[in-house]
């Protein structure tokens, strides 16, 4: 089974809207992060924004935000006023404690802003 | 400046032609680990290190090798690359794996473009 899933291959914005971008998790785990990345066109890997399994509060980086929903084990990203420098891929991980070992990582969305 | 310098960029090679792509961390890193990400496919592990001397597979390791002698440094070895194995490669380290070191991120290096003709 997909540890990561995300299912959204392509998305598309209007500048200045807020977007939302979903990731959906497997694991039996207590304890594990949730990390997004953004890769722009240059092919850098960005770290944006972490959320742990224990954290009661949706964690904010400046307009990223994380939608966490353990119950539903959702943690989707938030991208609010969104800007032409926004157009990139998006990455949703997850590191399990109990397999510290490896980082699981979705097949990414493609994000495209509207001027 | 904290980072992952990996080498090099670009590379274009033949069938055959060993080759090995460096990878480096000034973050006194224990953990390290090499990507490959294709496209629709997102990043696949192809191995992983946990402290010097300590590899082990990932999901993808068949056609190469790895080393860590030191702690700074995790190399990737193609003996003998394909054409399938052209791709965008990614080292990457972290904390180490151990305890709540799962809450710390990856820290990538800004990936090698390989073609394999």
């Known amino acids: 089974a997909q540890k990561i899933t995300q299912t959204q291959p392509g998305m598309f914005v209007q500048e200045k809207e807020a977007v939302t971008l979903d990731c959906t998790y497997d694991?039996?785990?207590?304890?594990?992060?949730l990390f997004w990345y953004k890769q722009p066109s240059s092919g850098e890997m960005i770290f944006l924004i972490y959320?742990?399994?224990?954290?009661?509060q949706n964690a904010t980086e400046g307009r990223y935000s994380l939608n966490f929903q353990k119950a539903r084990k959702s943690a989707n990203l938030v991208i609010s006023a969104s800007q032409l420098g926004d157009s990139a891929m998006y990455f949703c991980a997850m590191r399990e404690m109990n397999t510290g070992n490896q980082f699981y990582f979705g097949t990414g969305t493609s994000l495209t802003v509207i001027p | 400046e904290a980072q992952v310098t990996q080498n090099p960029r670009y590379l274009i090679t033949v069938t055959g032609k060993k080759l090995t792509v460096t990878c480096s961390q000034n973050?006194?890193?224990?953990?390290m680990s090499w990507y490959r990400q294709d496209p629709g496919l997102g990043l696949r592990q192809i191995y992983y290190s946990m402290n010097v001397e300590v590899t082990d597979k990932g999901d993808v390791p068949e056609g190469y090798k790895v080393s860590r002698k030191e702690k700074r440094n995790f190399p990737l070895i193609l003996e003998s690359p394909s054409p399938n194995q052209t791709s965008l490669y990614f080292c990457?380290?972290?904390?180490?794996?151990?305890?709540?070191?799962?809450?710390?991120?990856?820290?990538f290096g800004n990936g090698t473009r390989l073609t394999v003709t």
């Open positions: 694991t039996s785990d207590q304890s594990y992060g």
């Open positions: 973050m006194n890193h224990e953990y």
């Open positions: 990457a380290s972290s904390l180490s794996s151990r305890g709540r070191s799962y809450n710390s991120p990856l820290h």
């Open positions: 959320q742990g399994s224990y954290d009661e």
